[in-house]
C-alpha cells in the first residue's frame, strides 16, 4: 500500500492541538484560580497542602508535560531542565508551609511551557521521543547519584570530625 505521509499544515495544526492543550493544563496547575491583589496559584499548589501524596500527585501531572514535549521534539537538554523544574517544586513543597508557599509560587509547569515553547521556535531535536526521555532520564539520575555519593561522604566527615571532638 502506498500511503503518503501527512501533509506539513495538518502535523502543524496537531502540534498547535497538542502545545495548546498542554498550556492550559499548565495554566490549571499553576495559575488557574485567582486571589486578592492579582496574585494567581493553581490546583499544584493546591494539591500541595494534601500532606504525603499531594506533592506526589502534582509532580506526576506535570510529568505528563514533560513526557508530551519529548514527543514534540524537545531536546534531553531542555526535557533535563523540566525535569529539574518539577523536582525543585516536589522536593521544596515537602517542607511544611514554607514549602506549600514556594509551590504556589514556582509555577514550573509555566516555566516549562516556556522551555517547550523556546524549543519549538528552533528545530526540533532528532531522535524518538524514547531516547530523547531516556537520555534525560539518566542524565537525572546520573547527577543524583553523584550528589548522593557526595552527601555520604560529608556525612562520614561530620560524623568523624563529631567522634574526634567528643574524643578529645
Known amino acids: 500500500m502506498d500511503q503518503n505521509p501527512p501533509s506539513p499544515s495538518v502535523s502543524e495544526s496537531s502540534t498547535a492541538r497538542d502545545v495548546k492543550s498542554l498550556r492550559r493544563l499548565s495554566w490549571l496547575l499553576d495559575s488557574s484560580i485567582p486571589l486578592p491583589g492579582g496574585f494567581r496559584v493553581g490546583l499544584d499548589g493546591i494539591l500541595g497542602l494534601i500532606p504525603g501524596v499531594g506533592d506526589a500527585l502534582g509532580a506526576s501531572l506535570s510529568t505528563y508535560i514533560v513526557v508530551q514535549a519529548a514527543r514534540l521534539g524537545a531536546t534531553p537538554v531542555q526535557l533535563l531542565r523540566m525535569m ?3 523536582l525543585l517544586e516536589s522536593l ?3 517542607i511544611p508551609v514554607l514549602g506549600d508557599l514556594f509551590d504556589f509560587a514556582w509555577k514550573s509547569n ?6 517547550l515553547d523556546v524549543q519549538l521556535q528552533n528545530a526540533p531535536a532528532h531522535g524518538s521521543a524514547k531516547h530523547r526521555l531516556t537520555t534525560a532520564s539518566v542524565m ?3 547527577g543524583f547519584a553523584i550528589i548522593l555519593v557526595l552527601l555520604i ?5 561530620l560524623l568523624l570530625a563529631l567522634v574526634a571532638a567528643l574524643g578529645a
Open 92 to 94: 521544596v513543597g515537602t
Open 84 to 86: 529539574m523544574n518539577i
Open 153 to 157: 561522604v560529608l556525612a562520614v566527615k
Open 140 to 142: 537525572l539520575l546520573s
Open 110 to 115: 509555566e516555566r516549562n511551557m516556556r522551555l
